[in-house]
C-alpha cells in the first residue's frame, strides 16, 4: 500500500493547499434523514458533546479584542486566551489555573498580521474575516493524542452523522532538518479508529506541524479532512478539524526543547462544519449568511445573489454580496468588543474593512447611503443568541458604522472633486502627481484606499506616479520608525522552561499578601511594612540559574514572599530596595518586580554579593507606592464620575498608571463636552473632599458574579478575587438586594488603593483625545501636581481676560493692535501646551480663537488705513509712468504689501518695489508687477534679484511677492530693483 498511498498523498497535497475547492455542489447527499440542523444547532452540539460525554468545562468565548497580547492585531484562533496556560505564566489563584478540559466556540478574526484572509474574502466561497472556531482543549496531560483523536472521530461519524468514508486524516511525516521523527503514534490511532491505511496521509511541517509564533509552545498536528467528491473522481479535500499536540518550545535560537507539560489544543471552523452537514457547496450557503445575503438584496434592490466566481460573475456582484456579508459580520463582532474605525493597529484596519465594504456595496450593489448600518439587526439576529453582547450594543454598531459610511462618502466626493481639479491643471502626456494620490489616501487627508485611487484614475486614462508613490511611503515608513516610542527593555523574565523547572523542584509561588499590609497613622502618614523573606532563586542577567551574584551584577530574583506589587491591573510595579539580615548599610536598589505565573521576579543591581539562601529585608520606596495608591484610588472614582455622568452603561476600555499621572481610556459616542469634563471632575472632588473610606476585602469570585453595577474587566481574576469598594464595606456593597455598586465605585481590583480617599487631594483631567471612533482617553493628575495644574489654568484664565479687555477697548495706533495680535497667539500656544485643566483650556481656546479673529480684523483695518495714507503719499512723490520704485516706513511685511497693492490698484499700469528698513537691521521687500507688463516680467524673480543683493530671499509668484535681507547701502539695492525692472520692460 505504499506506493499508492504516497501517490494518492501527491496528489492530494497540492489539494489541501489550496483554497476549499468549494465550486461544485457535492454530488452524494450525506443522508436521506430530515433536513440538516441549523448552524446554532450545530453549534450547541459541538459544546454539548464534550461537556456531557466527556467532562469538559464550557467557557465563553474571549473578546476579538487581545487581552494583553501586543503581538496580536485580533484573537485570530481559540488558543489565544489560552496562552499564559501554555507559556506557565498563568496566576496560580486564577480559575484559569484550574482549567484541564475545556471546550467553547471562539470568534476569531484574521484580517491583518501574520494570519490574513482580508484579500481572498469574495474571490471564493469559503474565505471570511470573522469566523467562529470550535475548539476542545486538555492542558498539562489531561489526555494527550489517543482521546482527542477519539472524540473528534466519535462527534463527526456518530453525532454528525458524516460517513466515514468521506473522512481523510493527515499526520506530521517528520523534518530531518529539525531531527523530529514522524508522529507514527497519530498514524497508529487513525488505524485502530478503523480508517483505511489509504486515506491516513503523512505531510511535513508546513502542513501538519503548529506553531504559535516565531518562538513558543508548538507541536505536531493531525488533521481531519472531507471529501467534497464523495468517491466520485479525484477527492476534493477540505480540511474539517486540526488537533494540535502541543509537546514542544521553539527557543530564541530555532531549536526545539521539550515543554515541561503538554497540552491538546484543537479547532474547527463552524462555518466550514455547518457547509458540510448542510450540504451546501458554500459556506455563504449556510444559515448562518443567507439571511445576511438576503437582507443585503432587499436593501439594495441588486439582483438575487447566484453564487458565482471568477469570470462568471459578471459585474462582480456576487463577489460584492459575499464581501459586505463578512465585513457586517466582522465589523459587528469587534465593535460588540469595543474595538472602532481608527488611524492604526486594529481600528485601522476595522477603517479599511469598512471602506471595502461600502466600496462594493455602493459601487457594485447601488445601494443607497445608509444601507450597511441597516444590515446590523441582521447580523445580530444570527449570531447575538451565542454571543449576547451583540444584542447589548446593537444600536451603537449601528449608529457607527452609519457615521463612517457618510464620512467615507463625503470624502469620495471631495476625492473626485480634487482628481478632477488636478487633471485640467495636467497635460496630455502628464502622469498624475503622487503628492496629490499620496493625500488621498488612508496614509493621507482624505482616507481612500490606494487601490480605488488607481481605479478613478484609470477610469480617467490617466496613469499614476507609482515611483513617486512609492518613495512617498518609504519616507513615511521612515517617519514613523522614527517616532516611534522605544519598545520597553524587556529585561530578565521567566520564559516556560524555566517555570517548568521551578515547579519541578517544588518551588512555592511567592506570597506577595504583604503587599497589602500598610496602615494609617493618627497624623494622617501612610507605614508601609518591611518583609522579611528568603532568596529561593537567582538569575544572572541571561536568564541562567546562579548560586549567587556578585558585585555590580544586573540579577534577578525570587523569594519565598515580598511586599513589592508588581506590574499588572495596569498599575506600575513598587521601586525600593533590600538589604541582607545583619548588613543593613549595604543597598540592593529594586528597579521593578513582574510577576509570572505566580512568581515575582525582582530586578536589583547587586552592590554586593547575594545568595540563594540569604535572608533579606524589602523595603519599598514609600513615595512611589503613595502616588500609585493615589493614582489608583483616583482612577476609581474617575471611572464612577464618568458612569454618573455619562450614563450607567459607560465601559472603561482599559488604564494605566504611574506616580506621575494616570489615563483612562472610556467608550464614548461623541467626545466630551467642557461641561461634562468639568462634571465628572467635580464628583470625584465631591468624593475626596468626603474623605471616604476604601473598603477592601478578598471573596470568592462566584459572588461577584451577578451584583448589579459592579465593574469588571476583560481580565483574568484570581479566586478568591480582591473587591475594592468606596465609602461602603463590601459585604454590604456585594449583597444583590443593595443596589450599592450603582451608586458608588465597587470593582474588581488587585492594586494597591489608599484607605481614604481624602488623600488623594484633588483630580485634575489635563488630556482628553479620542483614540479612534468611540473610545476616548483621559489624562489626570492628582495631589499637588493637580493644584498647581488648577493655579495655572485660573492664571491663563485671568490673561486671556484682560486680553480681551484690551481688545474691548480698541487699538489707537497699528504697534498696540500688533502687540494685542501677538499676545493672543502667545496667550493661545501657552493655553495648549500648558497641564491645566482640560475643560478649561477647551474654554479658553474657544475664547481665544474669537479674540485671535477679532485682533486681526482689527489689525487689518489699522493697516488698510496706514497703507492707504503712504500710498497716498507715494502717488505725490511719484510722476505717472510704468516704475515705482522706493522706500517707505512699514512696522512690517503684512503693511508693506498692501502699500504695494494699494498703489497698483490706482495706478494698475506701473509696476511697483518698495523697500522698508527696519530697526532691528533687516529690510523688508515687496513688489508687484503691471497686468501690462511683459510676461517676462516675474514679481518674484525682481524680488529675488534684489533679496539675492541684500544677501537675503524671496518668494511669491509671477504678480506679487514678497522677501527680506540686511544691508546698510539702500541705494544699491533701489538701484539694482531699477536696473532689473527696466531690463524686463
Known amino acids: ?47 454539548s458533546f464534550f461537556r456531557d460525554r466527556h467532562g469538559h468545562r464550557l467557557v465563553p468565548s474571549a473578546s476579538v479584542r487581545p487581552r494583553g497580547d501586543p503581538s496580536l492585531l485580533f484573537v485570530n484562533a481559540g488558543m489565544n486566551q489560552f496562552k499564559p496556560i501554555f507559556l506557565g505564566t498563568v496566576d496560580p489563584r486564577s480559575e484559569m489555573a484550574g482549567f484541564r478540559r475545556v471546550a467553547n466556540s471562539q470568534k476569531c478574526v484574521r484580517a491583518g498580521g501574520r494570519h490574513n484572509d482580508l484579500e481572498d474574502v469574495g474571490r471564493d466561497l469559503s474565505h471570511h474575516t470573522f ?11 489531561e489526555y494527550f493524542k489517543e482521546e482527542a483523536c477519539s472524540m473528534a472521530w466519535e462527534l463527526l461519524t456518530q453525532v454528525y452523522g458524516i460517513p466515514e468514508d468521506r473522512l481523510w486524516v493527515s499526520y506530521f511525516g517528520g523534518d530531518p532538518k529539525t531531527g523530529l521523527d514522524a508522529d507514527l503514534e497519530s498514524r497508529n490511532i487513525w488505524l485502530s479508529l478503523g480508517v483505511p491505511a489509504s486515506r491516513v496521509l503523512s505531510f511535513g511541517p508546513q502542513e501538519n506541524f503548529w506553531e504559535m509564533g516565531d518562538t513558543g509552545p508548538c507541536g505536531p498536528c493531525t488533521e481531519i479532512h472531507y471529501d467534497l467528491a464523495g468517491g466520485v473522481g479525484a477527492p476534493q479535500l477540505v480540511e474539517l478539524w486540526n488537533l494540535v499536540f502541543m509537546q514542544h518550545n521553539r527557543e530564541a535560537d530555532g531549536s526545539l526543547q521539550p515543554l515541561p507539560q503538554r497540552h491538546v489544543d484543537t479547532g474547527m471552523g463552524l462555518e466550514r462544519l455547518v457547509a458540510v452537514l448542510q450540504g451546501k457547496r458554500s459556506t455563504y450557503d449556510t444559515d448562518l449568511l443567507s439571511p445576511i445575503l438576503h437582507a443585503i438584496q432587499q436593501g439594495s434592490g441588486a439582483p438575487p445573489y447566484l453564487g458565482r466566481v471568477g469570470a462568471a460573475d459578471e459585474g462582480r456582484v456576487d463577489t460584492a454580496y459575499r464581501v459586505v456579508a463578512d465585513h457586517m459580520r466582522m465589523l459587528s463582532v469587534c465593535m460588540a468588543d469595543g474595538i472602532t474605525p481608527g488611524m492604526s493597529g486594529a481600528p485601522l484596519v ?17 445601494a443607497p447611503p445608509g444601507f450597511l448600518g441597516s444590515l446590523v439587526p441582521v447580523v445580530v439576529e444570527t449570531l447575538g443568541n451565542a454571543y449576547p453582547e451583540l444584542q447589548k450594543n446593537s444600536a451603537q454598531i449601528a449608529s457607527l458604522v452609519s457615521e463612517d459610511e457618510a464620512a467615507f462618502l463625503a470624502s469620495l466626493q471631495r476625492g473626485r472633486r480634487i482628481i478632477d481639479r488636478t487633471l485640467r491643471r495636467l497635460g496630455p502626456s502628464d502622469v498624475f502627481p503622487a503628492e496629490v494620490a499620496w493625500s488621498l489616501t488612508l496614509s493621507g487627508n482624505l482616507g481612500l484606499p490606494l487601490d480605488l485611487v488607481e481605479l478613478m484614475l484609470e477610469e480617467k486614462g490617466v496613469q499614476l506616479d507609482f515611483a513617486g508613490l512609492e518613495r512617498l511611503a518609504q519616507e513615511e515608513a521612515q517617519h514613523r520608525g522614527q517616532q516611534a516610542e522605544r519598545v520597553q527593555e524587556q529585561g530578565l523574565h521567566l520564559d516556560v522552561h524555566t517555570l517548568g523547572e521551578l515547579q519541578r523542584q517544588g518551588v512555592p509561588a511567592t506570597d506577595d499578601s504583604p503587599k497589602y499590609h500598610y496602615s494609617l497613622r493618627p497624623d494622617g502618614a501612610y507605614e508601609f511594612c518591611i518583609c522579611e523573606a528568603q532568596v529561593l532563586q537567582l538569575y544572572a542577567e541571561d536568564g541562567t540559574a546562579v548560586a549567587s551574584v556578585g558585585a555590580g551584577q544586573r540579577c534577578g530574583f525570587l523569594l519565598d514572599r515580598t511586599n513589592f506589587y ?40 547587586a552592590p554586593e554579593s547575594l545568595q540563594v539562601g540569604d535572608q533579606v529585608q524589602l523595603h519599598v520606596d514609600p513615595a512611589w507606592r503613595l502616588a500609585c495608591m493615589e493614582k489608583h484610588t483616583a482612577t476609581h472614582l474617575l471611572n464612577w464620575a464618568l458612569r454618573q455622568t455619562l450614563g450607567p452603561g459607560t465601559e472603561q476600555r482599559g488604564s494605566h498608571l504611574n506616580p506621575e499621572r494616570l489615563r483612562f481610556d472610556v467608550a464614548t ?15 470625584v472632588q465631591e468624593a475626596v473632599q468626603q474623605n471616604e473610606a476604601v473598603y477592601m476585602e478578598e471573596v470568592p469570585l462566584a459572588r461577584t458574579a451577578h451584583v448589579p453595577g459592579l465593574r469588571s474587566l476583560d481580565e483574568v481574576y484570581p479566586d478568591p478575587v480582591r473587591v475594592v469598594s468606596v465609602g461602603v464595606p463590601v459585604a454590604r456593597a456585594l449583597d444583590p438586594a443593595s443596589q450599592v455598586a450603582l451608586q458608588t465605585s465597587v470593582e474588581l481590583c488587585c492594586g494597591t488603593h489608599l484607605l481614604r480617599t481624602g488623600a488623594v487631594g484633588d483630580m485634575v483631567i489635563i488630556g482628553e483625545r479620542q483614540l479612534a471612533k468611540g473610545t476616548t482617553r483621559l489624562l489626570a493628575i492628582t495631589g499637588e501636581q493637580a493644584r498647581q495644574a488648577r493655579e495655572v489654568g485660573q492664571s491663563l484664565a485671568q490673561e486671556v481676560e484682560a486680553a480681551t479687555e484690551r481688545l474691548g477697548r480698541g487699538s489707537r495706533d497699528l504697534a498696540e493692535a500688533q502687540r494685542l495680535s501677538r499676545d493672543v497667539g502667545r496667550l493661545t500656544e501657552a493655553v495648549d501646551t500648558a497641564v491645566m485643566p482640560q475643560w478649561q483650556r477647551r474654554a479658553l481656546q474657544a475664547t ?28 505725490q512723490r511719484h510722476a ?50 503691471a497686468q501690462g507688463a511683459t510676461a517676462a516680467f516675474s514679481a518674484e524673480a525682481w524680488a529675488l534679484a534684489v533679496c539675492s543683493h541684500m544677501g537675503g530671499k524671496a518668494w511669491g509668484s509671477r504678480v506679487v511677492a514678497q522677501g527680506t535681507g540686511r544691508t546698510a547701502d539702500l541705494d544699491a539695492a533701489l538701484s539694482t530693483a531699477r536696473d532689473f525692472a527696466l531690463n524686463q520692460l
Open 566 to 605: 508588581a506590574e499588572q491591573g495596569g498599575q506600575a510595579s513598587d521601586r525600593g530596595y533590600l538589604v541582607r539580615a545583619g548588613q543593613q548599610d549595604v543597598l540592593f536598589p529594586v528597579a521593578r518586580a513582574q510577576v509570572y505565573g505566580g512568581f515575582i521576579l525582582h530586578e536589583a543591581m
Open 880 to 929: 505717472k509712468g510704468p516704475l515705482i520704485v522706493d522706500t517707505v516706513s512699514a512696522e512690517s511685511l503684512s503693511v508693506l504689501v498692501k502699500v504695494v497693492r494699494q498703489l497698483c490698484a490706482q495706478a494698475p499700469d506701473t509696476s511697483v518695489l518698495l523697500l522698508s528698513p527696519q530697526p532691528v537691521g533687516s529690510v523688508l521687500c515687496a513688489c508687484q508687477v
Open 669 to 683: 459616542q461623541v467626545p466630551l463636552t467642557p461641561e461634562q469634563l468639568r462634571t465628572v471632575e467635580g464628583t
Open 848 to 875: 481665544l480663537k474669537s479674540l485671535q479673529r477679532r485682533a486681526n480684523t482689527a489689525l487689518r483695518k489699522l493697516e488698510m488705513g496706514q497703507a492707504a495714507k503712504k500710498s497716498e503719499e507715494l502717488l
Open 131 to 141: 469566523f467562529e472556531m470550535l475548539g476542545n482543549w486538555a492542558f498539562g496531560g
Open 1 to 47: 500500500m505504499a506506493a499508492p498511498v504516497a501517490a494518492v498523498a501527491g496528489r492530494l497535497r497540492r489539494a489541501i493547499q489550496r483554497s476549499p475547492p468549494w465550486q461544485r455542489p457535492c454530488r452524494r447527499p450525506l443522508s436521506s434523514e430530515p433536513p440538516p440542523a441549523q448552524g446554532s444547532a450545530v453549534r450547541d452540539a459541538f459544546l
Open 350 to 366: 476595522l477603517r479599511q474593512i469598512l471602506r471595502r465594504a461600502v466600496r462594493f456595496s455602493t459601487e457594485v450593489l447601488r
